[in-house]
């Protein structure tokens, strides 16, 4: 079976410290990972996936398959960086995305 | 180019009553995937449809039910409704699955009471 953890619900920095949010997962196959954002009152969108070995405003994650995680890191966090962060896992033969249960990212002035 | 439009965006059903939410992908896209949103449980994925066929299924009693037509354009039906089923129900789209990442609607609420 698949599944996604975040251990933390909620993350509380400061704006300009660094952030990582933490993804474990587990899987038995060749995964792909994906982090996904919500913003205040907006829809779910994708932020990046890990095939695509983006950045994507200043947020980075690098799938490491020995530690089957995929955290997601930003070195200088930012005011409009709050939102909920949700890491999904899909892989060969399920088209499903499996989330984890989220954490609420808030950066405080 | 229009995102994932769904209809209605809030919904108040009876118990024991059904419900239809209807669910417009993306232009082009010929894979949509529904999931349910619960503070509880999160977001559990129900189904998963591709050019009119269902590939995945997700844990869910019988009474959820999907189609997807020939347009791409996707619906749900719940029947006897239950108030644990209150819940956003989140329509998504993608080109061809989940690896190439889902277009999120923003949602039907439904509530049953």
């Known amino acids: 079976a698949q599944r996604v953890t975040q251990p933390e619900k909620l993350l509380s920095v400061f704006k300009g410290a660094p952030v990582e949010l933490k993804c474990n997962y587990s899987y038995s196959g060749s995964p792909e990972l994906f982090w996904y954002v919500q913003y205040s009152r907006q829809r779910l969108q994708l932020l990046l996936r890990h095939i695509s070995r983006e950045s994507i405003k200043g947020f980075t994650a690098d799938l490491n398959k020995g530690e089957t995680s995929f955290h997601l890191k930003k070195p200088f966090a930012q005011e409009e960086d709050s939102a909920m962060y949700y890491c999904?896992?899909?892989?060969?033969?399920?088209?499903?995305?499996?989330f984890g249960t989220g954490t609420r990212l808030l950066v405080s002035p | 180019k229009a995102g994932v439009t769904q209809t209605p965006r809030y919904l108040i059903k009876t118990r024991g009553q059904q419900v239809t939410l209807s669910c417009s992908p993306i232009s082009g896209h010929r894979s949509v995937s529904w999931y349910q949103q619960t503070p509880g449980q999160g977001l559990q994925f129900l189904f998963e449809?591709?050019?009119?066929?269902?590939?995945n299924k997700g844990n869910f009693p019988g009474r959820f039910s999907g189609r997807q037509f020939s347009n791409s354009r996707s619906e749900m039906n719940v029947s006897t409704l239950e108030l644990g089923d209150s819940a956003l129900y989140l329509c998504?789209?993608?080109?061809?699955?989940?690896?190439?990442?889902?277009?999120f609607g923003s949602g039907t609420r439904l509530t049953v009471v």
């Open positions: 449809y591709f050019s009119e066929t269902q590939r």
């Open positions: 999904a896992l899909s892989g060969s033969g399920f088209q499903k995305l499996v």
């Open positions: 998504a789209s993608s080109l061809e699955g989940a690896t190439y990442g889902y277009t």
